[in-house]
């Protein structure tokens, strides 16, 4: 046995050279903006020749008001995540629990937001809430990324309810429980960890969208990758390691995000309810 040797194929070779390329790729990506982002002058060497400062991270904080833009980022997510979840979680329970003709189709109309690049409908999106004065605001921004995240919510939580047993909402009721009572006593604790799961992940989804948020906010209502995009597209002459802070700044919380994001929900479990439900 220990003389055995382990011959890998040339296909598995080409697949872990293409996956360690990859990685190796984007470490230099992230490692040149992170780099940058603390160098005084870098042009051609290996490392800043001019030394290490942090003062970058305090002049992208105060050149892109970087303290209202966060706010304004906070604002929407909180405002996305509360409402997603007070329509998404009892409409999550009525598929999960009811039969009734074109239920699939239904769920799959709730997918398609998830499945289709945002910019396809985002721009008649952005027209229709143009047209009634809602875009150009905080409202504009919440509204548009409720499409998206709402049928995410639905994605997230339909598995959690089909988790749990019909007989305990049985037994609630025949103790004379209404149907209000049930879900708020029985079905909301036992539900709380798929609510925190679908909460972390639409909140890391609208800090992270771009499309949607950039086609209907206004100046002040512009999100933290909104505002990085406008400080790389403006006019003037911007210090690089400045928009490079900002970077840092910006993935560093989406990081975290996503980190907290993995701790509670599994995304095989997405995928394969995603695969499930558009096969049937």
């Known amino acids: 046995m220990s003389g055995r040797r382990i011959v890998a194929s040339p ?27 603390f160098g005084t002058r870098w042009f051609d060497t290996w490392l800043p020749e001019g030394g290490w400062t942090t003062k970058w991270y305090s002049q992208a904080w105060d050149e892109f008001t970087l303290l209202p833009v966060l706010t304004v980022t906070l604002e929407v997510s909180l405002l996305v995540v509360g409402v ?29 937001p998830i499945l289709m690049p945002p910019i396809t409908y985002g721009i008649p999106l952005a ?3 143009y047209k009634y004065g809602f875009a150009g605001n905080l409202s504009g921004v919440v509204l548009a990324n409720l499409v998206p995240s709402v049928p995410f919510v639905i994605l997230t939580m339909t598995p959690f309810i089909e988790q749990i047993d019909p007989a305990i909402e049985r037994a609630a009721r025949m103790c004379g ?13 036992l539900l709380v960890p798929g609510i925190l799961a679908a909460s972390i992940l639409v909140l890391v989804r609208t800090v992270g969208m ?25 006019a003037g002459i911007r210090a690089q390691q400045s928009v490079d802070a900002m ?10 995000l996503l980190v907290v994001a993995l701790r509670f929900v599994n ?13 049937e």
């Not at 050279?17 to 992230?30: E, R, Y």
């Not at 970077?247 to 975290?256: E, F, G, N, R």
């Not at 995304?267 to 096969?279: F, G, H, I, W, Y």
């Open 210 to 234: 771009f499309e949607l948020t950039f086609l209907t906010a206004g100046p002040d209502s512009q999100t933290l990758v909104v505002a990085l995009y406008y400080s790389m597209s403006a």
């Open 247 to 256: 970077a840092v700044m910006y993935t560093s919380m989406m990081l975290v």
């Open 84 to 112: 997603s979840v007070l329509i998404g979680v009892p409409a999550a329970y009525v598929l999960a629990r009811r039969s009734f003709p074109g239920r699939r189709l239904l769920y799959l109309l709730f997918l398609l």
């Open 177 to 189: 429980a209404g149907t209000t009572q049930v879900f708020l006593r029985i079905l909301a604790p």
């Open 11 to 37: 296909g598995a070779w080409l697949v872990w050279g293409a996956v360690v390329f990859f990685f190796v790729n984007l470490a230099g990506v992230i490692g040149s903006v992170v780099v940058s982002s």
């Open 267 to 279: 995304p095989t479990q997405l995928v394969a309810r995603v695969k499930e439900d558009v096969s």
């Open 127 to 129: 027209t229709v809430l």
